[in-house]
């Protein structure tokens, strides 16, 4: 069963630093795309950043370009985006987000979710 | 970048209705479009991929048609479970744009 798991949400302060992670089981980690997509309360959905199975291809949305970098561990089966500088416009919940077998932007699963607010 | 819109914003339908959602791109994406069902609380659902192929366990109520700049999905007879948040989203580069939403709700 592939599963995906976000943590490492919370609170923080305008300017302030957070990391995301993303526990995934059930298929071969690098073998797929990963990305995050974030929902600000009661808003639609914004593609944040993806990063290809090897790793080496990396993506950012010009929102956050610059302030945020994803990266992916395999040993760990794990996701990361660690966020700097936010801003309050950042808050939302984060989802991580498994690119399918049809592509890297098709996403087949997706987590629960992690709610991140920035406070102005 | 890519833009997507999405109309109506807001569809009232009753169940058993046939619900037809609108996304037009701003420049060609070919075929490369796909839907998601979003209900309250939930996390996004994945329903159909390049712009009519069905995701595994959808539905057959659920159909996509469209390529270039203009897409469908129908919903042939809306069920109770089907009022939910629906969006399109571009994957013919990166970013992978999402469209609005449009929202079904009951009539």
């Known amino acids: 069963e592939v599963q995906l798991v976000e943590s490492g949400g919370g609170l923080v302060q305008s300017g302030g630093s957070l990391r995301l992670s993303c526990a995934v089981s059930g298929f071969t980690f690098r073998s797929y795309a990963l990305s995050w997509v974030r929902q600000a309360p009661g808003k639609g959905l914004e593609w944040v950043s993806g990063i290809s199975g090897s790793g080496a291809g990396t993506y950012y949305a010009d929102s956050v370009k610059g302030r945020f970098t994803i990266s992916r561990d395999t040993s760990k089966n794990t996701l990361y985006l660690q966020m700097n500088s936010l801003r309050a416009a950042d808050t939302a919940i984060y989802y991580c987000?498994?690119?399918?077998?049809?592509?890297?932007?098709?996403?087949?699963?997706w987590g629960q979710g992690t709610l991140v607010t920035v406070s102005s | 970048e890519t833009v997507l819109t999405q109309s109506p914003a807001t569809l009232s339908l009753s169940p058993g209705d046939r619900a037809t959602l609108s996304c037009r791109a701003s420049q060609s994406v070919g075929t490369f479009l796909a839907w998601y069902q979003q209900k309250p609380g939930q996390s996004p659902r994945l329903l159909i991929y390049d712009a009519s192929n069905r995701a595994t366990g959808i539905p057959a109520r659920f159909s996509g048609s469209g390529s270039g700049t203009d897409f469908t999905l129908t919903i042939s007879s809306l069920e109770p479970e089907d009022f939910a948040v629906y969006y399109c989203?571009?994957?013919?580069?990166?970013?992978?744009?999402f469209g609005p939403g449009t929202k079904v709700d009951i009539k």
């Open positions: 989203q571009q994957r013919s580069n990166w970013p992978g744009t």
């Open positions: 987000a498994k690119g399918s077998f049809y592509g890297d932007l098709i996403f087949d699963f």
